[in-house]
């Protein structure tokens, strides 16, 4: 007689317990198992939580055990039932794990190799072939591309969240419900009460406080006390919700003819205009992107506008960025005015709001939704549909797609479709977004995802000209941090570039994610293929990073930075001011959303920045897809290199009225699930 322990975890997720029949058959190079029911007698099995154990006794050898087979059948009503994991001892006394982490539903059984990641080469048997091709096989029916909109990234082809395969799906829909979060968001801040005056202005900037009143939050007071002062104005370029939009200005655009005559009185260091661009002292944020987008017109008793700015930074004598000139659209002439920190003080302060309208706008489109929120979910897709579980880098890479394709589709369905909430507040509703996600695909490249690139190209890598941009300084830490991780785990199983090369596994994730992410663009510079190990470590970094720390960086300040309305408009409802000398307060407010869509807008940036329950942050994977000791070694010298990270990043945040913390490891979670 040969006689096995089997112990069976089952997830401890609202209803990951079954009351269904499980049957389990062990598939060993000698033989197989007959099918066996795992009951104990007058003892409830398979509870949420529960970690249960059961003796499988047989008359025969089957050899070394290949593969589990596990079957659920019916009890009562179909049950789903989430597995964690299942171990078995061996007759020997040796111990195997097998990883699970999946649901399993009433379609059929399902097989699990133990738990020893193998690339296909390493496949001795023709029964782990075979189970590597089938697994594939039946992943590609499940996720399948769709396009959502021309010129878009490819999707998951699933209309609602519901039509998604199980494994994907949030734990409770309910927490993920747009409508709920906002309609709960309001609540919270106390901003219902202004709905019955939708369309209805502000009186003064004052009368914006008054949905501020439950808001007890250190950057966004300090926002609300300090949101017109220029030293404001600049600091959120390097440090605030969208800050990846300026660069080091060479030479002054033609299209931009601001003349030293113009700033020279802004200029601390008794130097030209052209010899501080030399100096590398010139920043340049332009918004051409915006250029032409139409304006929400969903709502025929409210005009909203937008514009494509152009705005001239310089980096004063005690290091701080402060405009100096901005252009509130591309083309210069007598009614596109240059306007200046000397004009009349509701002249600047327009202008400067309409640069953070047109910041925000492409912070949400292009920066956010499609920068992290979209090309993660095709990194996802092409994930599950060309790396079998078994596979080195679906271990490494699977917790960082963790619901990821679920929020998206519930965002589709809900957020950005058409009539949906975005519609509701946002001066690119109603199709603009669309437009601006359309263009910014065209412009996509692989090196802005790069991290360290995308600093360097942008000329902003030098911490002697820029020495408080948090952004980049925390964002290269944990770029290297999480390279050093990836470059651990790779070396454990590429022995050398032919390795990669042949890994056909690889090679078709990497190009499913070039062919459907970036539409087959060349010019992207995204690979179709991955030659060597330095470029596969490079490769994975900008996935585990583009779904981490890139998403929490640009998404978790948004209540922080975006909930004074002044600071961060959603809509404009005046065009922008074609003179000087015109503008009011009380033109600035008629141009300011309406008391509606700023309650709508404070509700949608609160809850876009709220941490979902039981948040897995970066370096937690309380999943053990992997159980080999080097990988575990490396897991917990990444955990322990991120926690130096957020101490270093505690320590200089403290006192300060402007703490930096988006890219504090303990504040990223591990995927883009919000």
Same mark, same amino acid.
């Given at each position: 007689?040969?006689?096995?322990?089997?112990?069976?975890?089952?997830?401890?997720?609202?209803?990951?317990?079954?009351?269904?029949?499980?049957?389990?058959?062990?598939?060993?190079?000698?033989?197989?198992?007959?099918?066996?029911?795992?009951?104990?007698?007058?003892?409830?099995?398979?509870?949420?939580?529960?970690?249960?154990?059961?003796?499988?006794?047989?008359?025969?050898?089957?050899?070394?055990?290949?593969?589990?087979?596990?079957?659920?059948?019916?009890?009562?009503?179909?049950?789903?039932?989430?597995?964690?994991?299942?171990?078995?001892?061996?007759?020997?006394?040796?111990?195997?794990?097998?990883?699970?982490?999946?649901?399993?539903?009433?379609?059929?059984?399902?097989?699990?190799?133990?738990?020893?990641?193998?690339?296909?080469?390493?496949?001795?048997?023709?029964?782990?072939?075979?189970?590597?091709?089938?697994?594939?096989?039946?992943?590609?029916?499940?996720?399948?591309?769709?396009?959502?909109?021309?010129?878009?990234?490819?999707?998951?082809?699933?209309?609602?969240?519901?039509?998604?395969?199980? !494994?994907?799906? *949030?734990?409770?829909?309910?927490?993920?419900?747009? $409508?709920?979060?906002?309609?709960? #968001?309001?609540?919270?801040?106390?901003?219902?009460?202004?709905?019955?005056?939708?369309?209805?202005?502000?009186?003064?900037?004052?009368?914006?406080?008054?949905?501020?009143?439950?808001?007890?939050?250190?950057?966004?007071?300090?926002?609300?006390?300090?949101?017109?002062?220029?030293?404001?104005?600049?600091?959120?370029?390097?440090?605030?919700?969208?800050?990846?939009?300026?660069?080091?200005?060479?030479?002054?655009?033609?299209?931009?003819?601001?003349?030293?005559?113009?700033?020279?009185?802004?200029?601390?260091?008794?130097?030209?205009?052209?010899?501080?661009?030399?100096?590398?002292?010139?920043?340049?944020?332009?918004?051409?992107?915006?250029?032409?987008?139409?304006?929400?017109?969903? !709502?025929?008793?409210?005009?909203?506008?937008?514009?494509?700015?152009?705005?001239?930074?310089?980096?004063?004598?005690?290091?701080?960025?402060?405009?100096?000139?901005?252009?509130?659209?591309?083309?210069?002439?007598?009614?596109?005015?240059?306007?200046?920190?000397?004009?009349?003080?509701?002249?600047?302060?327009?202008?400067?709001?309409?640069?953070?309208?047109?910041?925000?706008?492409?912070?949400?489109?292009?920066?956010?939704?499609?920068?992290?929120?979209?090309?993660?979910?095709?990194?996802?897709? #092409?994930?599950?549909?060309?790396?079998?579980?078994?596979?080195?880098?679906?271990?490494?890479?699977?917790?960082?797609?963790? *619901?990821?394709?679920?929020?998206?589709?519930?965002?589709?369905?809900?957020?950005?479709?058409?009539?949906?909430?975005?519609?509701?507040?946002?001066?690119?509703?109603?199709?603009?977004?669309?437009?601006?996600?359309?263009?910014?695909?065209?412009?996509?490249?692989?090196?802005?995802?790069?991290?360290?690139?995308?600093?360097?190209?942008?000329?902003? !890598?030098?911490?002697?000209?820029?020495?408080?941009?948090?952004?980049?300084?925390?964002?290269?830490?944990?770029?290297?941090?999480?390279?050093?991780?990836?470059?651990?785990?790779?070396?454990?199983?590429?022995?050398?570039?032919? #390795?990669?090369?042949?890994?056909?596994?690889?090679?078709?994730?990497?190009?499913?994610?070039?062919?459907?992410?970036?539409?087959?663009?060349?010019?992207?510079?995204?690979?179709?293929?991955?030659?060597?190990?330095?470029?596969?470590?490079?490769?994975?970094?900008?996935?585990?990073?583009?779904?981490?720390?890139?998403?929490?960086?640009?998404?978790?300040?948004?209540?922080?930075?975006?909930?004074?309305?002044?600071?961060?408009?959603?809509?404009?409802?005046?065009?922008?001011?074609?003179?000087?000398?015109?503008?009011?307060?009380?033109?600035?407010?008629?141009?300011?959303?309406?008391?509606?869509?700023?309650?709508?807008?404070?509700? #949608?940036?609160?809850?876009?920045?709220?941490?979902? !329950?039981?948040?897995?942050?970066?370096?937690?994977?309380?999943?053990?897809?992997?159980?080999?000791?080097?990988?575990?070694?490396?897991?917990?010298?990444?955990?322990?290199?991120?926690?130096?990270?957020?101490?270093?990043?505690?320590?200089?945040?403290?006192?300060?009225?402007?703490?930096?913390?988006?890219?504090?490891?303990?504040?990223?979670?591990?995927? $883009?699930?919000?």
């Amino acid at each position: 007689m040969f006689s096995y322990t089997v112990t069976v975890a089952t997830g401890s997720q609202w209803f990951a317990g079954t009351d269904d029949y499980i049957y389990l058959t062990l598939v060993g190079t000698e033989g197989c198992s007959e099918k066996t029911l795992l009951d104990k007698p007058l003892y409830n099995d398979f509870e949420r939580g529960a970690v249960d154990s059961y003796d499988v006794t047989m008359t025969n050898d089957i050899g070394e055990i290949l593969l589990l087979k596990v079957e659920k059948r019916k009890y009562w009503v179909h049950d789903d039932w989430y597995c964690k994991y299942i171990t078995i001892k061996t007759p020997a006394g040796e111990y195997m794990e097998f990883p699970c982490y999946r649901w399993i539903t009433d379609r059929k059984e399902i097989e699990l190799r133990d738990g020893h990641a193998r690339l296909a080469r390493d496949e001795q048997t023709q029964i782990a072939r075979q189970h590597r091709r089938q697994e594939l096989e039946e992943r590609q029916k499940l996720y399948r591309w769709k396009e959502w909109h021309p010129g878009f990234p490819l999707s998951i082809d699933a209309n609602f969240h519901s039509d998604l395969p199980r !494994d994907i799906q *949030f734990d409770s829909e309910k927490g993920v419900d747009f $409508v709920l979060n906002y309609t709960k #968001a309001m609540e919270n801040l106390y901003v219902n009460r202004f709905m019955h005056m939708f369309q209805s202005s502000w009186n003064d900037f004052a009368d914006f406080e008054k949905i501020f009143v439950r808001i007890s939050n250190t950057i966004s007071e300090y926002v609300m006390q300090h949101w017109q002062e220029d030293f404001m104005f600049g600091y959120q370029f390097l440090n605030g919700c969208n800050p990846v939009i300026f660069e080091k200005c060479k030479k002054l655009p033609e299209k931009f003819p601001v003349t030293n005559e113009m700033v020279k009185i802004c200029l601390e260091r008794q130097l030209t205009l052209e010899e501080e661009i030399k100096k590398g002292n010139i920043y340049l944020a332009d918004y051409e992107i915006m250029d032409g987008i139409p304006a929400n017109a969903t !709502d025929p008793c409210t005009m909203q506008y937008l514009t494509a700015p152009l705005c001239l930074l310089y980096n004063n004598a005690k290091n701080k960025l402060v405009p100096i000139a901005i252009q509130l659209k591309q083309i210069p002439g007598p009614d596109n005015p240059i306007f200046l920190p000397t004009d009349n003080k509701y002249d600047w302060l327009l202008a400067k709001i309409w640069v953070r309208s047109a910041d925000f706008q492409i912070h949400q489109t292009v920066t956010h939704l499609l920068k992290t929120h979209l090309m993660s979910e095709v990194f996802g897709i #092409a994930l599950y549909r060309q790396l079998p579980a078994v596979h080195p880098l679906f271990k490494l890479l699977v917790p960082h797609v963790r *619901f990821t394709i679920a929020i998206n589709t519930k965002a589709r369905e809900q957020l950005i479709c058409e009539c949906g909430l975005f519609d509701k507040a946002n001066g690119t509703g109603g199709g603009g977004h669309v437009r601006m996600v359309q263009r910014a695909m065209t412009l996509l490249t692989y090196k802005s995802f790069c991290f360290p690139e995308s600093i360097r190209m942008r000329g902003l !890598d030098s911490t002697e000209d820029l020495p408080y941009y948090f952004f980049r300084d925390d964002g290269l830490r944990v770029w290297d941090a999480v390279q050093s991780f990836v470059t651990e785990v790779v070396n454990i199983y590429y022995d050398d570039d032919q #390795a990669v090369l042949t890994d056909t596994e690889l090679q078709a994730f990497v190009k499913d994610v070039f062919i459907y992410g970036l539409k087959d663009n060349k010019s992207s510079g995204f690979p179709k293929t991955i030659r060597t190990i330095q470029k596969l470590i490079e490769y994975l970094t900008v996935v585990i990073f583009t779904t981490s720390a890139q998403h929490a960086a640009v998404n978790f300040g948004q209540y922080d930075w975006c909930s004074w309305i002044p600071n961060s408009p959603p809509t404009m409802r005046q065009p922008p001011p074609s003179e000087k000398g015109v503008v009011s307060v009380e033109f600035i407010i008629e141009s300011l959303p309406d008391r509606g869509r700023s309650c709508w807008h404070l509700g #949608a940036v609160w809850a876009l920045s709220q941490f979902q !329950d039981n948040e897995l942050f970066l370096g937690m994977y309380p999943d053990e897809h992997f159980i080999e000791k080097p990988v575990k070694e490396a897991i917990e010298k990444f955990q322990t290199c991120l926690q130096g990270i957020t101490q270093r990043i505690t320590e200089r945040n403290k006192d300060k009225k402007l703490p930096y913390y988006y890219f504090s490891p303990d504040r990223i979670p591990n995927s $883009v699930a919000v």
